[in-house]
């Protein structure tokens, strides 16, 4: 735990085989990360980038599918080894694997998926990582029922974060362990959309993106669900705008998790503000939030829009890993 006294979590939002090797063993030894997860962007950069998988993929056969999920859990499973005395002290240990994000739209093929990764990764720290879809919500209750930890992602509305906590709940009751949950809200991707709109209509930019993370934060807080939290991911700084630990110093919360790039973990644990911020006052996130609407933006539509975008683009980078490896 970063900071142990409000059960802050602070997670690497990277894989990559040489890192795992190096840096990630040395960010849990200082006690730094507890945790990891990945996406099918981050996998796409280190398996086409990195001369470390190269060895492995020369001994494969099969399908590009296959030959990437070879590659990817080989990874996985050495990432939840690391952080399995972790997971033993009840310290999060967990690290993220996402379904084919081609299966966002199939609940079904999304269950399937996601017990059969389980199964071959064949580590109990590992969370399945299921998309905010419909489909996807069915999928995160059958999963977490089965007693399979999941981390729910591309989560950007209040609407879907609070279907995700429902379908969680209903998980919890089903369960015949112990499952462990996480939903998953995009910070950043929020005001790099916004920001010069908000400016032009004078409003302050760089908040937009905290209000709307700290309203779901306190919204799924509320309701208690067994062995949930808020997880605040895309929380990496493009461009000098802002201070690089920005978006973990602004919301660091009780009992919440932040995954954020190297850079970033690096940049909070040098200069970071390690007090605590959550919860926000909910008058000021709704009077902010009005403002907002007052301008003519409509805040719902465009986060919609993100989450059909970062679900064309795990896509993308899903489909050019495999034409690579083909």
Same mark, same amino acid.
């Given at each position: ?21 190096? $840096?990630?063993? $040395? ?6 990360? /507890?945790?990891?997860?990945? /996406? ?23 399908? @590009? ?14 990432? @939840? ?38 199964? $071959? ?17 069915? @999928? ?77 934060? /306190? ?50 644990? @040098? ?14 996130? $709704? ?40």
């Amino acid at each position: 735990m970063y900071i142990e006294s409000i059960n802050f979590s602070l997670w690497a939002d990277f894989i990559e085989r040489e890192y795992l090797d190096g $840096e990630f063993k $040395e960010l849990i030894n200082k006690k730094i990360i /507890n945790g990891a997860t990945s /996406n099918p962007a981050i996998f796409k950069n280190a398996i086409l980038t990195s001369q470390a998988y190269k060895e492995q993929l020369s001994t494969l056969g099969g399908s @590009a599918k296959q030959k990437y999920e070879a590659l990817a859990i080989t990874d996985i499973q050495k990432a @939840a080894d690391l952080l399995k005395p972790l997971y033993d002290a009840g310290d999060d240990g967990f690290v993220s694997i996402e379904v084919d994000p081609n299966l966002c739209d199939d609940a079904e093929g999304t269950i399937a998926e996601g017990e059969r990764l389980y199964k $071959e990764i064949a580590r109990e720290n590992v969370m399945i990582k299921v998309p905010a879809t419909t489909a996807g919500f069915r @999928a995160m209750e059958e999963l977490s029922a089965k007693g399979i930890h999941v981390n729910a992602t591309l989560i950007f509305s209040l609407e879907d974060a609070l279907f995700c906590a429902n379908a969680f709940a209903k998980g919890a009751k089903r369960s015949p362990k112990k499952a462990f949950t996480v939903i998953s809200v995009f910070v950043s991707r929020v005001d790099r959309l916004l920001d010069e709109k908000l400016k032009t209509v004078g409003l302050v930019p760089g908040k937009l993106g905290i209000y709307n993370a700290a309203r779901i934060y /306190n919204a799924v807080s509320v309701m208690n669900v067994p062995r949930c939290r808020v997880l605040f991911a895309s929380t990496g700084v493009k461009g000098d705008d802002y201070i690089p630990s920005y978006y973990v110093d602004e919301l660091l919360g009780a009992s919440s998790i932040n995954t954020a790039p190297i850079e970033t973990i690096h940049a909070f644990v @040098a200069h970071g503000d390690v007090r605590e911020k959550l919860p926000l006052d909910e008058k000021m996130i $709704e009077e902010y939030l009005l403002d907002v609407k007052r301008s003519g933006i409509d805040l719902e539509t465009a986060l919609a829009e993100l989450k059909h975008d970062g679900l064309e683009a795990f896509k993308t980078a899903f489909a050019e890993i495999l034409e690579e490896l083909e």
